[in-house]
């Protein structure tokens, strides 16, 4: 049996303790109003089991009995069962929430005869948060974002944020978000109530400095940018991320955000808010050219963040702020208010511990902000966000943070499908509860398979992360080499495409390692229970477009190279023409049909993220992937690559 994320102290007695048919689950008279809730969700786990559960709150005799006691730190628990009973204790009812969580584990693993064990446990960081892009691309369904939480919960998660730009329903600003399926302030109040059910704090997040594409691209309220253009750029997915930086200089441009703040703040029982304030890369490199010469860039920075951290904190909240830009002087975190948080985040799967060091020497409150390595992939890099996530829970325990924050973002349209991030959730989840005790890449997707998929062979997890490294020609490349096409021209496209040539040609052994991991995971599918066998869906269709994709800059790069190649990404085929024009038509008829194979599996794409997502952003997708089945029946079949 496995338990995630693995407790500090679990002990096993012999013996055995057999569920009851008619569970009585007794809330002691030290627990508060909250356990109820919690005590619900063992409920509904007992149910699924076979039993059929009540709960009562008195001092009569029970199966399983809840209490607090103080003596304990508040998310310490301790779970004892015995032949006789079940008898979780908390410091506090979070405490008891993870006692629970803990328990149904056991439960959903050992059916009605649960093993009597002893486990005692607490986490190494008190907040233990998840960041969800639901901007750039995605906007959840309610329905996923229900699913989430409760997936945190079970995993001992107990901050959740959403980032936000333009995908909320802001009163008064609708051509911000005309065009878009925004979330409601009724969706939100919702959300929040149904977070703080699984004990789980759902903290706002609102961009509101940099990254404004939509904001400062409106005709209303483009003249708040920091340079003179904004709003007559042609969209791309780079060009969103790399402009769009409020001007600090303009009163009315600060008081617009204000305006945004008040009206988001208000649907959130937190008392904390993430401001963002991160990646202004235009700052003072437009209206505030001349300021930022005799003031200095970071003096803009502070000071503009100052007064944003000084309207949170008049609004009775915390203020949180990304760590990136404040990283290049350090010296003038002391100025920040000495409540506000730094989100010191750092991705690579070596990143360093240099960012939490400094931020440690200068005081200010910091939490550590790994992510879970989905941006621009198919199917998110698993063991990179493993090597990543298990280093900064590290630093974050050396240098004293206070909180972890382990981050999914959106880039480039957020083409992986939610799902796919589960894995790096639960490896958050377990490294910042537990580090010690973190199991080793392989050790741990194995015990995912069991605990979160159900899978007895112990493979699913690893063959995703497998088939997460087969990418020749990824998404990423393919969004990239799109925008730079019409401006750049045939010879930079081409410049471009060579210093990929070493990856892009490894796409035929790439496409066979591809086709190993859809047989394997198919054959998980005889060892999870047919419940989660719709989990294998989503993978084998991104796996389908890894493959598509892979072949498509393949295709490219030997057409426009004029090296030749209709050799599909298939190595063991060998093509052997008699001359040029049969070559010729060989690559003809292969751009043809790979192009129809990229819209019939858009058309499933489509369909899928349908289930979970709004239309949100669905459009620039498509439009990624209509360009490339054009491009491949015009410029490679016809081969018009000087047109």
Known sequence: MYLLPVPRNVSYQEGEYALPYDLQIVMEPSCER????????????????????????????????????????????????????????????????????????????????????????????????????????????????????????????????????????????????????????????????????????????????????????????????????????????????????????????????????????????????????????????????????????????????????????????????WGDVLLGFPELASELPKEAICLNWGYAPDQSEDSTRIYAGTGVRQYVCPGVGGWNQFVNLQRSAYENISRMSRYGITYGCEGFLNTDWGDFGHINHPAFSIPGMICGAAASWNREALPEYDKLNAQISAVEYADSSERFTGITGLLSEQDSFGWHDAVFLKEIWEPAGRQTVYDELAKLKNKIETAPEKCEKIKACIR??????????????????????????????????????????????????TPKEEHHYSNPNERLQALRQKAYDTAAELEEWYYHYRMLWGSVSRESELYRIGEVIFWYADMLRERVAENTWNA
């Open 34 to 321: 909250q356990v109820y809730e919690y005590a619900l969700l063992l409920k509904e786990t007992a149910d699924a089991c076979g039993s059929r559960g009540t709960v009562r709150r008195d001092g009569g005799r029970g199966s399983v009995r809840l209490a607090i006691d103080s003596a304990l730190a508040a998310q310490q628990y301790h779970l004892k069962i015995n032949e006789k009973g079940i008898k979780l204790t908390g410091g506090s009812s979070q405490g008891i929430l993870y006692a629970i969580q803990t328990l149904r584990q056991i439960i959903r693993q050992s059916g009605m005869l649960l093993p009597c064990m002893t486990v005692d446990d607490w986490p190494d960081y008190e907040a233990r948060g998840f960041y969800h892009d639901v901007t750039r691309g995605r906007i959840p369904k309610m329905d996923w974002l229900y699913r989430l939480a409760d997936t945190l919960s079970y995993y001992k998660v107990n901050q959740l944020q959403l980032y936000i730009e333009h995908s909320f329903l802001f009163q008064g600003m609708s051509e911000l978000w005309r065009d878009d399926t925004p979330l409601t302030a009724e969706d939100i109040m919702e959300f929040d109530r149904y977070c703080a059910k699984r004990g789980i704090e759902l903290v706002p997040s609102l961009s509101t400095f940099g990254h404004l594409y939509k904001l400062l691209s409106t005709k209303q309220y483009r003249g708040y940018c920091e340079l003179a253009d904004a709003g007559e750029q042609s969209f791309g997915f780079k060009q969103r991320m790399d402009h769009h930086t409020v001007n600090v200089s303009d009163d009315g441009a600060f008081s617009l955000i204000c305006t945004m703040i008040s009206q988001f703040l208000p649907l959130f029982t937190s008392r904390r808010f993430n401001i963002c304030a991160d990646e202004t890369f235009d700052l003072g490199k437009g209206k505030n050219r001349k300021r930022a010469d005799q003031e200095g860039k970071d003096r803009l920075y502070i000071d503009y963040v100052k007064k944003l951290c000084a309207f949170i904190l008049d609004q009775g909240s915390t203020p949180m702020l």
């Open 520 to 569: 394997d995971l198919k054959a998980c599918t005889r060892t999870m229970p047919q419940e989660k066998r719709a989990e294998v869906y989503p993978y084998l269709l991104a796996a389908d477009g890894m493959q598509i994709f892979n072949t498509i800059g393949l295709l490219i790069w030997k057409s426009l190279s004029e090296v030749g190649g209709a050799e599909s990404c």
